[in-house]
């Protein structure tokens, strides 16, 4: 596609649900890339991939956090029993291949627990 | 791991002037240095990048340099222009661990007409 695609753009669930934020890369771009932005802060890094699999799951904050991606492309990130804490903007990002480092940002999903 | 520090955290300039956004990291092993613009509601773009082997960058009004003694680097905008208003993100890169970068907390820039 033309750019890195989020869906959906806002998403407002109750404590203790689960979510699912999905993540369409650049057409071609190899590596994937999952960033958390919290009110007036910066950007947190969360999990990289390259390809299918996950080299670097480091900055998951908790085990409630996953996310997968198939066939090179799509990825979901999921957070499970959802706490207050999480109400965040999820920015997907993608480069070319694991040794671009220029990051081509999708416009995120605004996460809202009440 | 790597610490990003970033200043000032909010900017309010005159349509015309300079702007200068600082900042210092903590790994002397970073070699990748991007800023991102993020407009109220939009994504992060990336406006402009320097790598440790050059010292100074620029596209057009913007410009990048980078002190690698003294671990900082600076954007600057020249000619500033109401439509420049928004954050501003600076950025180091974890060698070895492509794509991760630390984010420096961010500017707020508002250039008044």
């Known amino acids: 596609g033309a750019g890195v695609s989020q869906s959906p753009s806002n998403k407002v669930t109750e404590k203790g649900k689960d979510v699912e934020l999905r993540c369409d890369p650049i057409?071609?771009?190899?590596?994937l890339y999952w960033y958390r932005q919290s009110l007036g802060q910066g950007l947190e890094f969360l999990i990289y991939f390259q390809g299918n699999s996950a080299p670097d799951k480091s900055g998951l904050p908790s085990d409630r956090f996953s996310a997968e991606r198939t066939g090179g492309s799509v990825s979901t990130l999921t957070i499970q029993r959802t706490q207050q804490e999480d109400s965040a903007v999820y920015l997907c990002?993608?480069?070319?291949?694991?040794?671009?480092?220029?990051?081509?940002f999708g416009s995120g999903t605004q996460l809202s627990v009440l | 791991g790597e610490n990003v520090e970033q200043h000032p955290s909010t900017l309010s300039v005159q349509e015309g002037d300079s702007a200068v956004i600082k900042c210092t990291y903590s790994d002397s092993a970073s070699n990748y240095f991007p800023w991102y613009k993020q407009e109220l509601g939009k994504r992060p773009q990336l406006i402009i990048d320097i790598r440790s082997n050059v010292g100074e960058k620029k596209d057009q009004r913007i410009a990048v340099t980078l002190n690698k003694t003294a671990k900082h680097f600076s954007l600057h905008i020249t000619e500033t222009q109401p439509e420049d208003s928004a954050v501003y993100f600076c950025a180091a890169n974890q060698v070895g661990s492509y794509g991760k970068l630390t984010f420096g907390q961010g500017t707020i820039l508002t250039v008044h007409p």
């Open positions: 990002a993608s480069s070319r291949d694991r040794v671009d480092e220029k990051l081509f």
């Open positions: 057409s071609g771009h190899t590596a």
